[in-house]
């Protein structure tokens, strides 16, 4: 009889998600799971046990009884310790300790023994949680990260976990399994914080508000979307019943960081100027059980002094920033609460643009504004039945990011053969930029007992996700951006600097493109809002001791609109997400699992918005035909109608996407070993297979056709650049995870995980520092050759071999107070380049085998052999921290810490300049393409102290906590 409810339990869920579920992207999990199972002292299952838990971190006390198979779950329990006690009439009331972890699901088992006397036995900790589902990932408490020497944010934090490398285009990015740097999902409070356009999560956070962070990288659950990677997902405090709080100062200071071999060949060294970062917190109740507060704040102001590119002349670069949080939670009964959040985060800074500055007038002067608004319900509907609502508002804004001198001869210079910028600041201060997103989320479990058939966890949600982005994205408040090289002195790569500090740009005619000019058409306040829509079902099913599987679904719908009423989006798709869990004891030691998911990427909105005007200018650009000459004051060099304008581009001109586009889908294997080990510890294998189909290409090809358009008054016929979906683009990933934890005394505890990629191959980067776009893959197929333009090999964000091992040390001194000492150690294997080089004219016989295009590309960038072929170090660090604290009165007590980064100042040059010319002078291909090439001058050789491992760094930490 009741087999027959499992369809029927189905039916309902997916009606309920085709007919009631609030749509669209992902909800962040703020809460973790309990589940277990009560058996009696006979081995058969024991129903009707009253079981209930109670923690510091939950209102009241949450109940419900076990099943007929003797299953139960409690849903929707806050993150933290807590006390489980099983209770039967005529049986000994057992008692568990369990740490319920954000985002995941704890277990602890209970069995039953008659008693005449009433008695209570302690059954004492759970066994570890991290082996309870497929999912691979590691959680982090803030216990854990203020005990180590690492940053404290969402990406350092993550950094720790398995499969994450850090070797991105982008500081502030992180790599996932394998995935895009910008494709991952970073969430605080329940809340999507990325950046939509490069994937870091806004600085949404305080890092002593931080209550526990939770990282995933396979396997992830069917509740998440819109992410080809990872995500991160990291949850606040919220108060308590009784009063908590800290006051923490952090300091640092240029020169208690060592000098890199490079500062010491050229003599600088670093300033003496400490800079403090303030931050409280506090917690606690209005009303005892009911109305819990929390609020926290954050204060930094710090002064970098920096060395500018080529002309070595001093700036400082000063940043003041602040943050603050507040958040309510109520308990309107034992069974419903209510939370409200608030975070809001002001900096301004000053910033070298892109490319590098050559003079302090090109550096900016930022301001990002940024907030999130969260509204949380949850509420037990019935003994099985549970119900979470969530409303959200996140705002991100660029203002004051550029120059605002209007006049062409302030206009900015970008250097040509290498990396620069001078004589005016980039970007424009007048065409401001906002990333925001609203995002409404719900969903419904249910606890079914099947009887024979197992107990079913179902779950059905949905949400309303709309991100959104304004601003023209212009490149200049002249609209004019100048590209030529400056004059250098004898030793052939210092500026000559004018009368006024300035370099002195050359002005070189020809179709060389040595000096060229572009006119950018930004449309200022543009405005492009992705709505995505979608609905999950998920079941997490255990069908008796030795099986358990995870079968969910996930179904996505994305639109567009927007300020040019271009419609670059219409696509939708269903991406399963199944595991399964195989116990041959059916005690939970010993754990074989696998799984199968599909992750349908981001929307990212700077590929989505290029048929718009958002964010993505028109151009017109052409080389310089003037006569030669040099200066800030040459005047024919400043002249537009010296430059012969006649390539352009309009992205709702000549650029359109097929009807069918939708973002790539990874595809992904794995298979996991595990075992529990005494005192909570666990070792894990898995194997990951992984790879991304349906990538977003634009293709520029004959068959496209051509079209006359019009860029501020100048005509020019020009190719249709269509966006599709293609597998020409190549990523694969497979990898190799080992994870462990291990408590060698109670007080010492040993943790860490090996990432060892056996590949991760491809043609496809898609970002290249600043820069997200396609491949270049599909356009003029027949001026390229794959293995000379796009060749496959190892991608960038390779590494061979990632190990982290941390351990911590706690030691009690009694009325002395509390010693807390932590090692860190960190082995990264070298990382790859390729022998390429950009910006290589096409030669004559590239040309001649132009079919008829209106406008042939300038530039190439040409590859001598395999992507990825070189190498360059490998690198070990190991980080040291040590906390003491010392009780005053009762909780209240100052405390101290020390960290020491890299305690050996390992100097290894982990990256070095590798710039090659292409030597014409020798063998030529069919292309008329050299086949070897010259070696830069300083090749092998150290640019910039980022090139190093950072040296060894002390910073201290000092505060008082109750």
Same mark, same amino acid.
């Given at each position: 009889?009741?087999?027959?409810?499992?369809?029927? !339990?189905?039916?309902?869920?997916?009606?309920?998600? !085709?007919?009631?579920?609030?749509?669209?992207? !992902?909800?962040?999990?703020?809460?973790?799971?309990?589940?277990?199972?009560?058996?009696?002292?006979?081995?058969?299952?024991?129903?009707?046990?009253?079981?209930?838990?109670?923690?510091?971190?939950?209102?009241?006390?949450?109940?419900?009884?076990?099943?007929?198979?003797?299953?139960?779950?409690?849903?929707?329990?806050?993150?933290?310790?807590?006390?489980?006690?099983?209770?039967?009439?005529?049986?000994?009331?057992?008692?568990?300790?369990?740490?319920?972890?954000?985002?995941?699901?704890?277990?602890?088992?209970?069995?039953?023994?008659?008693?005449?006397?009433?008695?209570?036995?302690?059954?004492?900790?759970?066994?570890? &949680?991290?082996? *309870?589902?497929?999912?691979?990932?590691?959680?982090?408490?803030?216990?854990?990260?203020?005990?180590?020497?690492?940053?404290?944010?969402?990406?350092?934090?993550?950094?720790?976990?398995?499969?994450?490398? /850090?070797?991105?285009?982008?500081?502030?990015?992180?790599?996932?399994?394998?995935?895009?740097?910008?494709?991952?999902?970073?969430?605080?409070?329940?809340?999507?914080?990325?950046?939509?356009?490069?994937?870091?999560?806004?600085?949404?956070?305080?890092?002593?508000?931080?209550? *526990?962070?939770?990282?995933?990288?396979? %396997?992830?659950?069917?509740?998440?979307?819109?992410?080809?990677?990872?995500?991160?997902?990291?949850?606040?405090?919220?108060?308590?019943?009784?009063?908590?709080?800290?006051?923490?100062?952090?300091?640092?200071?240029? &020169?208690?960081?060592?000098?890199?071999?490079?500062?010491?060949?050229?003599?600088?060294?670093?300033?003496?100027?400490?800079?403090?970062?303030?931050?409280?917190?506090?917690?606690?109740?209005?009303?005892?059980?009911?109305?819990?507060?929390?609020?926290?704040?954050?204060?930094?102001?710090?002064?970098?002094?920096?060395?500018?590119?080529?002309?070595?002349?001093?700036?400082?670069?000063?940043?003041?920033?602040?943050?603050?949080?507040?958040?309510?939670?109520?308990?309107?009964?034992?069974?419903?609460?209510?939370? %409200?959040?608030?975070?809001?985060?002001?900096?301004?800074?000053?910033?070298?643009?892109?490319?590098?500055?050559?003079?302090?007038?090109?550096?900016? @002067?930022?301001?990002?504004?940024?907030?999130?608004?969260?509204?949380?319900?949850?509420?037990?509907?019935?003994?099985?039945?549970?119900?979470?609502?969530?409303?959200?508002? #996140?705002?991100?804004?660029?203002?004051?990011?550029?120059?605002?001198?209007?006049?062409?001869?302030?206009?900015?210079?970008?250097?040509?053969?290498?990396?620069?910028?001078?004589?005016?600041?980039?970007?424009?201060?007048?065409?401001?930029?906002?990333?925001?997103?609203?995002?409404?989320?719900?969903?419904?479990?249910?606890?079914?007992?099947?009887?024979?058939?197992?107990?079913?966890?179902? #779950?059905?949600?949905?949400?309303?996700?709309?991100?959104?982005?304004? +601003?023209?994205?212009?490149?200049?408040?002249?609209?004019?951006?100048?590209?030529? $090289?400056?004059?250098?002195?004898?030793?052939?790569?210092?500026?000559?600097?004018?009368?006024?500090?300035?370099?002195?740009?050359?002005?070189?005619?020809?179709?060389?493109?040595?000096?060229?000019?572009?006119?950018?058409?930004? #449309?200022?306040?543009?405005?492009?809002? %992705?709505?995505?829509?979608?609905?999950?079902?998920?079941?997490?099913?255990?069908?008796?001791?030795?099986?358990?599987?995870?079968?969910?679904?996930?179904?996505?719908?994305? $639109?567009? &609109?927007?300020?040019?009423?271009?419609?670059?989006?219409?696509?939708?798709?269903?991406?399963?997400?199944?595991?399964?869990?195989?116990?041959?004891?059916?005690?939970?030691?010993?754990?074989?699992?696998?799984?199968?998911? *599909?992750?349908?990427?981001?929307?990212?909105?700077?590929?989505?918005?290029?048929?718009?005007?958002?964010?993505?200018?028109?151009?017109?650009?052409?080389?310089?035909?003037?006569?030669?000459?040099?200066?800030?004051?040459?005047?024919?060099?400043?002249?537009?109608?010296?430059?012969?304008?006649?390539?352009?581009?309009?992205? /709702?001109?000549? /650029?359109?996407?097929?009807?069918?586009?939708?973002?790539?889908?990874?595809?992904?294997?794995?298979?996991?070993?595990?075992?529990?080990?005494?005192?909570?510890?666990?070792?894990?294998?898995?194997?990951?297979?992984?790879?991304?189909?349906?990538?977003?290409? %634009?293709?520029?090809?004959?068959?496209?056709?051509?079209?006359?358009?019009?860029?501020?008054?100048?005509?020019?016929?020009?190719?249709?650049?269509?966006?599709?979906?293609?597998?020409?683009?190549?990523?694969?990933?497979?990898?190799?995870?080992?994870?462990?934890?291990?408590?060698?005394?109670?007080?010492?505890?040993? *943790?860490?995980?090996?990432?060892?990629?056996?590949?991760?191959? +491809?043609?496809?980067?898609?970002?290249?520092?600043?820069?997200?776009?396609?491949?270049?893959?599909?356009?003029?197929?027949?001026?390229?050759?794959?293995?000379?333009?796009?060749?496959?090999?190892?991608?960038?964000?390779?590494?061979?071999?990632?190990?982290?091992?941390?351990?911590?040390?706690?030691?009690?001194?009694?009325?002395?107070?509390?010693?807390?000492?932590?090692?860190?150690?960190?082995?990264?294997?070298?990382?790859?380049?390729?022998?390429?080089?950009?910006?290589?004219?096409?030669?004559?016989?590239?040309?001649?085998?132009?079919?008829?295009?209106?406008?042939?590309?300038?530039?190439?960038?040409?590859?001598?052999?395999?992507?990825?072929?070189?190498?360059?170090?490998?690198?070990?660090?190991?980080?040291?921290?040590?906390?003491?604290?010392?009780?005053?009165?009762?909780?209240?007590?100052?405390?101290?810490?020390?960290?020491?980064?890299?305690?050996?100042?390992?100097?290894?040059?982990?990256?070095?300049? @590798?710039?090659?010319?292409?030597?014409?002078?020798?063998?030529?291909?069919?292309?008329?393409?050299? /086949?070897?090439?010259? #070696?830069?001058?300083?090749?092998?050789?150290?640019?910039?102290?980022?090139?190093?491992?950072?040296?060894?760094?002390?910073?201290?930490?000092?505060?008082?906590?109750?």
């Amino acid at each position: 009889m009741k087999s027959r409810w499992i369809p029927q !339990a189905w039916a309902i869920l997916f009606l309920l998600t !085709a007919l009631g579920a609030a749509p669209a992207r !992902a909800q962040g999990l703020t809460t973790g799971t309990l589940v277990g199972s009560v058996a009696l002292a006979s081995g058969g299952p024991a129903p009707g046990v009253l079981v209930s838990a109670t923690s510091p971190a939950l209102q009241g006390e949450r109940t419900t009884v076990s099943q007929t198979n003797g299953d139960y779950i409690l849903r929707g329990l806050p993150p933290g310790d807590y006390e489980v006690r099983f209770a039967l009439d005529g049986f000994r009331t057992e008692t568990a300790r369990v740490n319920v972890p954000l985002g995941g699901q704890a277990r602890s088992d209970a069995k039953m023994t008659a008693t005449l006397v009433e008695s209570i036995s302690i059954i004492g900790e759970a066994a570890a &949680s991290a082996l *309870e589902t497929p999912t691979v990932g590691e959680n982090f408490t803030n216990r854990t990260i203020d005990s180590l020497a690492v940053e404290r944010n969402p990406i350092g934090i993550a950094s720790l976990a398995p499969g994450v490398t /850090t070797n991105t285009p982008l500081g502030g990015q992180v790599t996932i399994s394998g995935g895009l740097p910008y494709d991952n999902l970073f969430v605080i409070n329940g809340v999507d914080v990325n950046d939509n356009v490069f994937g870091q999560p806004n600085d949404l956070f305080i890092e002593d508000a931080i209550n *526990e962070t939770e990282v995933l990288s396979s %396997a992830v659950s069917a509740e998440y979307g819109r992410f080809g990677g990872g995500v991160v997902n990291a949850i606040t405090k919220s108060g308590g019943n009784t009063f908590a709080g800290t006051f923490r100062t952090d300091l640092t200071n240029p &020169s208690w960081t060592s000098r890199t071999p490079l500062e010491e060949a050229n003599h600088i060294r670093r300033s003496d100027q400490t800079n403090e970062v303030y931050s409280a917190t506090l917690g606690g109740y209005i009303v005892k059980s009911k109305l819990w507060f929390f609020a926290a704040g954050r204060n930094a102001k710090t002064d970098l002094s920096e060395v500018l590119n080529a002309t070595n002349i001093s700036v400082d670069e000063p940043t003041h920033d602040k943050r603050y949080e507040g958040k309510l939670t109520a308990n309107l009964s034992d069974a419903h609460s209510l939370q %409200a959040s608030y975070i809001r985060n002001d900096t301004d800074s000053v910033q070298q643009a892109i490319g590098g500055s050559l003079t302090p007038n090109v550096l900016v @002067h930022p301001r990002f504004p940024n907030d999130l608004k969260v509204g949380h319900y949850s509420g037990v509907l019935g003994p099985q039945l549970f119900l979470e609502a969530q409303y959200s508002q #996140k705002k991100f804004a660029f203002e004051n990011d550029g120059g605002t001198d209007r006049d062409i001869h302030a206009s900015p210079f970008v250097c040509v053969t290498s990396s620069c910028l001078y004589n005016g600041a980039y970007f424009d201060a007048t065409d401001p930029e906002d990333r925001d997103n609203k995002q409404a989320a719900a969903s419904l479990s249910y606890f079914l007992d099947a009887g024979s058939w197992g107990s079913h966890d179902l #779950k059905v949600g949905g949400e309303d996700f709309r991100n959104i982005r304004t +601003g023209g994205n212009s490149q200049s408040p002249s609209n004019y951006v100048f590209n030529t $090289d400056y004059l250098v002195g004898p030793d052939g790569r210092t500026p000559v600097l004018d009368a006024a500090g300035q370099p002195i740009p050359v002005f070189t005619p020809g179709f060389g493109f040595n000096t060229f000019l572009i006119f950018w058409d930004a #449309k200022r306040g543009s405005r492009f809002e %992705a709505k995505t829509d979608s609905a999950y079902v998920n079941d997490s099913w255990k069908l008796n001791q030795h099986w358990s599987f995870n079968l969910g679904v996930r179904y996505e719908k994305t $639109d567009n &609109s927007g300020t040019d009423k271009v419609n670059t989006v219409h696509a939708s798709s269903f991406v399963p997400r199944l595991g399964a869990t195989y116990d041959p004891t059916g005690k939970g030691r010993f754990l074989l699992q696998g799984s199968y998911a *599909e992750y349908q990427s981001s929307y990212n909105l700077g590929l989505f918005t290029n048929g718009t005007t958002t964010g993505n200018p028109g151009y017109l650009y052409g080389p310089y035909v003037g006569p030669a000459g040099q200066g800030r004051d040459f005047a024919p060099g400043f002249d537009p109608n010296n430059y012969a304008l006649l390539f352009a581009g309009s992205p /709702t001109q000549n /650029t359109a996407f097929a009807k069918d586009v939708s973002s790539p889908l990874t595809k992904e294997y794995s298979v996991s070993v595990g075992t529990q080990l005494p005192r909570a510890g666990f070792l894990r294998l898995t194997y990951q297979d992984r790879k991304v189909t349906d990538f977003l290409e %634009a293709f520029t090809t004959l068959d496209n056709g051509t079209k006359v358009i019009t860029v501020n008054g100048v005509t020019a016929n020009t190719d249709v650049t269509i966006y599709r979906n293609s597998n020409i683009p190549v990523r694969d990933y497979r990898a190799v995870l080992l994870q462990g934890r291990y408590s060698l005394t109670p007080q010492w505890s040993l *943790e860490g995980n090996w990432t060892h990629q056996i590949k991760n191959d +491809g043609n496809y980067e898609s970002q290249i520092g600043q820069t997200i776009g396609t491949s270049g893959i599909g356009n003029h197929p027949e001026l390229f050759e794959a293995d000379r333009n796009y060749p496959l090999g190892r991608l960038s964000g390779y590494e061979a071999d990632v190990l982290r091992v941390w351990t911590i040390y706690n030691v009690n001194l009694g009325r002395a107070g509390d010693l807390s000492l932590s090692l860190l150690g960190q082995y990264n294997s070298p990382l790859t380049y390729s022998l390429s080089a950009p910006n290589v004219a096409l030669t004559d016989q590239q040309i001649a085998r132009d079919p008829g295009y209106a406008q042939l590309p300038q530039t190439q960038t040409l590859f001598f052999g395999a992507r990825g072929s070189q190498q360059f170090n490998s690198w070990t660090v190991f980080n040291f921290a040590a906390r003491y604290s010392v009780p005053f009165f009762k909780s209240l007590g100052p405390w101290l810490k020390l960290d020491v980064r890299n305690v050996l100042n390992d100097r290894t040059l982990v990256t070095f300049d @590798h710039t090659i010319t292409p030597d014409f002078s020798g063998p030529l291909d069919a292309f008329g393409l050299p /086949t070897t090439f010259l #070696k830069g001058a300083r090749f092998g050789q150290a640019t910039t102290n980022a090139d190093y491992d950072t040296p060894r760094t002390y910073r201290l930490s000092a505060g008082i906590s109750f």
